[in-house]
């Protein structure tokens, strides 16, 4: 199974303050044959299902401000908040879908404002 | 618009047993492997089960492997999780997902239901 490890486990950010969210897999999400990285991102917030942000590592889904970035290759990878707002106080998961199962999240990243 | 919508959670004793549904509608239910994914108190997500677009195969995480049964009835755009020999250990809120792509068993998810409490307790 691919583990995957986030850091870390909670951050507090002032408003307007770049957060930065960091997920470690234990072996290589990257498949060399279309050289894509297995690697989603979600944001929950309190009382609802995740809601998808970043999928491929980087690519934004739809919808999803462009003060989210995802960027990284390989095993280590990073969601960015560019400038925290109010709304984005959530938990934050990556997870990868390279393997067969099972389908592995990381541990979760609480964000907060200072 | 993509809904995903379960049903059947609550209260059960150790060792008893819960079958949850997911109604699905806004797309073409027949064509997806459908996922079930759970999230105990406070805790982080736990992928549990997948089936195929057709309902001929499923595979589970190695803790639900033996008592846990997806089935999905693509007649009624239904998903189905037996859960049988019910633990404290599977207390959890249980979410049906749907991957991006209809093509591979292991993707990401763009849609989830609102999720459904599973209480296990004597």
């Known amino acids: 199974d691919i583990v995957m490890t986030q850091s870390p486990d909670s951050l507090a950010v002032s408003l307007g303050e770049r957060a930065t969210i960091n997920c470690k897999s234990s072996?290589?999400?990257?498949?060399?044959?279309?050289?894509?990285?297995?690697l989603a991102w979600y944001q929950q917030k309190p009382g609802q299902p995740p809601k998808l942000l970043i999928y491929?590592?980087?690519t934004r889904e739809s919808g999803v401000p462009d003060r989210f970035s995802g960027s990284g290759s390989g095993t280590d990878f990073t969601l960015t908040i560019s400038s925290l707002q109010a709304e984005d106080v959530a938990v934050y998961y990556c997870?990868?879908?390279?393997?067969?199962?099972?389908?592995?999240f990381g541990g979760g990243t609480k964000v907060e404002i200072k | 618009q993509v809904q995903l919508v379960e049903s059947g959670g609550g209260v059960a004793q150790p060792g008893r047993s819960l079958r949850l549904s997911c109604a699905a509608s806004?797309?073409?239910?027949?064509?997806?492997?459908m996922h079930w994914v759970r999230q105990a108190p406070g805790k982080g997500l736990d992928w549990v089960a997948v089936?195929?677009?057709?309902?001929?195969?499923?595979y589970y995480a190695d803790s639900v492997r033996g008592r846990f049964t997806v089935s999905r009835d693509n007649s009624k755009n239904t998903l189905y999780l037996q859960m049988n020999s019910l633990s404290p250990e599977d207390t959890a809120v249980y979410y049906c997902?749907?991957?991006?792509?209809?093509?591979?068993?292991?993707?990401?998810?763009?849609?989830w239901g609102q999720g459904i409490l599973v209480t296990v307790s004597s």
């Open positions: 997902a749907k991957p991006r792509g209809s093509g591979s068993y292991w993707d990401f998810f763009d849609y």
């Open positions: 806004g797309f073409t239910f027949s064509s997806y492997g």
């Open positions: 089936i195929s677009y057709d309902g001929v195969n499923a």
């Open positions: 072996q290589s999400v990257l498949y060399s044959s279309n050289n894509k990285n297995y």
């Open positions: 491929w590592a980087s």
């Open positions: 997870q990868e879908y390279y393997s067969p199962f099972p389908l592995t």
